[in-house]
């Protein structure tokens, strides 16, 4: 038998072995019904067909024929499962071979004597006496064609029980079994493609919802490395991520399935950069394997380096996906086979390079997220120094500053000042009273917006805090004939807070409202409790806040765009100051406002009792 059994002699196959246990690590057959249906027709021909042995193969996606049953001898069996030969071989022998229907038969004479040493199976038996006596070297094989004329397997015998070349009786039955094993295979292909595609749909599936699910890159690789591993049944993996510009300058980086590092020489990284760019660009996977022509993504040399590598580290053969997003490749991903392990198939193919599409997407997600994270961070960077820088200033200036109001004080008091003198002392004054005010707001600012210095808090009773602010404020309100009403509850309303921080935001809330409402209008505070929280309103019949205004309102310096704000005095750091304490305070402030008909400042605080 020379089709698809390599050579073996006959006398080692009937040769009593005790059976060892049958694994057989290169038939990829999974699928147990197809398996028993070809062994049930290479049984039959060996039972009732009158042969000694017989065997079916399939084509498999490396081109090669697998043997897939064998009946005959459990040492046949044991012997010639799982053998793989080039198909080539077969059809280079079919085209010197006889039309038995289904079957060809090639008399040993014109067998090809150099091909027939290294890949046919001769058993040793003498041909009998006679004119169609079946030599060793005869070969009878019925190649297994789909409609389209694809060939896809085989069945082979030999050892006629009555040592003949088969009559035309024989020769009938054999072919009706050539029919079944033609059907039988042709359905087993089918059933494997299917359950391949299906558990690839699965292990998409799985490895998408992980890669997806993350914005690190990292993550990304840690959580779908299990999946991708097991729903590709490889042994391992590495993933390696391009620089943003996609090419030159440092390097990406690379991940390996078991988290071990992947040693890959500056020339594998290049070659593998090169051809991920080829593949993406093409849409297609490579697969790196010994005796399998390269795709055009991977030169020749190349791919005998690439190989070189593979023996090096103990792996068999790798599947290469191009990983990108668009127009762009973004890395790769290499999935790793060793001996032994079945061949890539198709659906792995069109799986991979899909999941290269989903992969790309994530990694690309990921990037604009870490790059949004560092713009977030420098730009928290910027802001804390912005914050130094206004703390130190203001520091800087407080001393001269108190140096320039002593003096002023003492001159001030001199008697012998004439009227000119004494008014530009007075301007002096004020301004230099406005530059304190700013300076203390600055540092405040600065000391309720530093993390180092945490609040310390303590109950702390808004409606005593509101009736002392309103006190303050009573003089400038009367003088504008603003209405002043103040609604508190009968007890005290406990915040849980610091006592200076709270009385600094109802004074700067109760000031504006005074400062922003026109003469006779009014301007209502209340203090309540809802629920776990104190509540502060404060609000006016003013000259309200546009709703574009109200968007930056609390950003330090901002002063609403209304001229009618602008021409009061004001630093633009009061509703900051508010803002910054609140926030440290756990609570929120809710403003809200109409151009021309007021405002109200709501703010939540945490009760000390909750
Ligand atoms: P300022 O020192 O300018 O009052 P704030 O930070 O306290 O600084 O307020 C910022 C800006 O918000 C003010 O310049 C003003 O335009 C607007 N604003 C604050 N409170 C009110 C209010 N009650 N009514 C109208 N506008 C207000």
Not at 505 to 534: C, E, F, H, M, Q
Request: overall charge negative; proline content about 5%.
């Amino acid at each position: 038998m020379k089709s698809a059994i390599p050579e073996h002699r006959e006398d080692e196959l009937s040769r009593e072995t005790p059976d060892p246990p049958v694994t057989n690590q290169q038939t990829s057959w999974s699928d147990a019904p197809s398996r028993d249906a070809l062994q049930l027709i290479a049984e039959g021909v060996t039972q009732l067909a009158g042969f000694g042995v017989a065997a079916i193969s399939a084509v498999r996606e490396d081109g090669k024929m697998e043997v897939m049953a064998v009946a005959g001898s459990d040492a046949a069996r044991l012997e010639l499962q799982g053998r793989r030969t080039p198909v080539d071989r077969l059809t280079s022998e079919l085209a010197k071979a006889d039309d038995w229907g289904l079957l060809r038969f090639v008399p040993h004479e014109r067998l090809d004597p150099d091909a027939g040493e290294d890949w046919g199976w001769v058993p040793d038996v003498a041909p009998i006496d006679d004119e169609n006596a079946w030599h060793p070297l005869d070969m009878l094989v019925a190649p297994l064609y789909d409609d389209d004329g694809a060939l896809h397997g085989s069945l082979a015998m030999d050892l006629p029980i009555d040592g003949r070349r088969p009559g035309q009786a024989q020769r009938a039955v054999l072919n009706q079994y050539a029919e079944q094993s033609r059907r039988a295979v042709l359905v087993a292909l089918e059933r494997e493609k299917l359950a391949d595609r299906v558990r690839m749909a699965d292990a998409a599936r799985r490895i998408v919802r992980t890669a997806t699910a993350q914005l690190s890159l990292d993550r990304i690789v840690a959580d779908s490395r299990e999946a991708l591993v097991e729903g590709f049944r490889a042994a391992g993996m590495w993933l390696q991520t391009f620089d943003r510009d996609g090419h030159g300058g440092a390097r990406g980086e690379l991940y390996s399935s078991d988290g071990s590092h992947v040693h890959l020489t500056p020339e594998l990284i290049e070659i593998a950069e090169g051809a991920a760019h080829r593949a993406w660009e093409q849409q297609q996977v490579v697969v790196v394997a010994p005796d399998r022509a390269f795709s055009a993504a991977l030169s020749a040399e190349q791919g005998a380096l690439v190989l070189a590598f593979l023996r090096e580290i103990g792996v068999e053969s790798l599947l290469f996906t191009p990983l990108g997003a668009g127009p762009e490749c973004l890395g790769n991903l290499v999935l790793t086979r060793t001996a032994g392990a079945p061949e890539w198939t198709e659906a792995e193919a069109t799986t991979a390079l899909d999941i290269g599409h989903d992969l790309g997407r994530a990694i690309l997600n990921a990037r604009i997220f870490e790059r949004e994270h560092q713009l977030v961070e420098e730009l928290q960077q910027l802001d804390t120094y912005k914050g130094q820088l206004l703390a130190t200033v203001a520091h800087e200036l407080k001393n001269p500053l108190t140096s320039v109001m002593g003096h002023l004080e003492m001159l001030e008091s001199s008697p012998d000042l004439t009227g000119t003198t004494r008014s530009s002392l007075n301007a002096m004054d004020r301004g230099a009273r406005r530059m304190v005010r700013v300076i203390e707001d600055l540092l405040l600012l600065s000391k309720v917006g530093d993390p180092d210095d945490p609040m310390i808090a303590a109950p702390v009773d808004l409606a005593r805090i509101v009736d002392d602010v309103v006190d303050l404020i009573t003089v400038p309100a009367e003088q504008k004939q603003l209405e002043i009403t103040v609604e508190l509850p009968a007890g005290p309303v406990f915040a849980l807070g610091d006592h200076d921080e709270l009385d600094r935001v109802a004074a700067n809330l109760v000031s504006n409202a005074v400062k922003y409402t026109p003469a006779s209008g009014t301007v209502r505070i209340v203090v309540d409790r809802t629920g776990d929280d104190v509540v502060l309103t404060v609000a006016d019949e003013g000259i309200g806040i546009s709703q574009d205004d109200l968007l930056r309102l609390g950003t330090e310096f901002f002063r609403s765009s209304n001229p009618e704000a602008v021409a009061q005095p004001g630093t633009g750091l009061g509703l900051a100051i508010v803002r910054r304490i609140v926030d440290r305070h756990g609570g929120r402030l809710e403003i809200q406002s109409d151009l021309g008909r007021g405002s109200t400042f709501q703010v939540w605080l945490p009760a000390a009792s909750a």
